[in-house]
């Protein structure tokens, strides 16, 4: 079978990434600038062979992924796989109200715990197998083409930790931009890393997910 080349995109900017307030499924739209990201995104993809675009149905992910699919005239495919983690009893509050409320939870938290789950949410080793079963079953659909995945910060932490064959709770180094472009490249025997972090299109105007 044919490697499947990846594009996977962390949506805009919305008003809770301002003020480090945790999402999870919630869903909560883009801010004006997570708009003018998306559309940024969507230009700098203009010109590339594009053959298919997978999206969250949450709006964060959907709106960006519209912007990114309208210069191919394409369809937006929802996945509901490619949801944030699920954190349960965590949406809603700032990190900071998390540490202050619930502080032994959130030491599970902060020191990546695989196995830990917010009251309602999800474990990463649960995002982890709901992720990657999606990403390839999504590429094994495109051998040989371009796909577009949009989604979230958690999403993109664990495509690039099974890229790079990292521990779910090894420390994380690298960034997961609003907006940003990630290059993946899959093929039966898994993902490999192309390309990271790519937000020349922003001018440098990106918020990382600080609580992936």
């Known amino acids: ?19 480090t307030r945790i999402q999870g499924q919630l869903d909560i739209p883009l801010n004006a600038k997570g708009r003018w990201q998306a559309r940024r995104a969507g230009q700098a993809l203009a010109d590339e062979a594009i053959d298919a675009i997978y999206s969250s149905d949450l709006s964060r992910a959907w709106e960006t992924a519209q912007a990114i699919a309208q210069p191919h005239a394409l369809a937006v495919a929802p996945e509901t796989r490619l949801r944030e983690r699920g954190f349960g009893q965590f949406e809603g509050r700032t990190f900071r109200e998390i540490e202050a409320q619930l502080p032994d939870q959130a030491q599970r938290w902060r020191t990546r715990d695989p196995e830990f789950a917010p009251p309602g949410g999800e474990s990463l080793l649960d995002l982890r197998t709901r992720v990657t079963h999606a ?26 930790r099974a890229a790079t064959r990292q521990a779910l709770q090894a420390p994380r180094s690298w960034p997961l931009g609003n907006a940003a472009l990630n290059r993946l490249l899959w093929s039966p025997q898994g993902l490999s890393l192309v390309g990271w972090g790519d937000d020349a299109h922003l001018s440098g105007e990106s918020l990382d997910e600080t609580s992936a």
């Open 135 to 160: 990403v390839a079953e999504i590429a094994a659909r495109h051998p040989g083409q371009q796909v577009v995945l949009v989604a979230h910060g958690g999403v993109m932490d664990v495509l690039y």
């Open 1 to 19: 079978m044919e490697s499947t080349r990846l594009i996977a995109v962390r949506h805009g900017e919305t008003a809770w990434n301002v003020d």
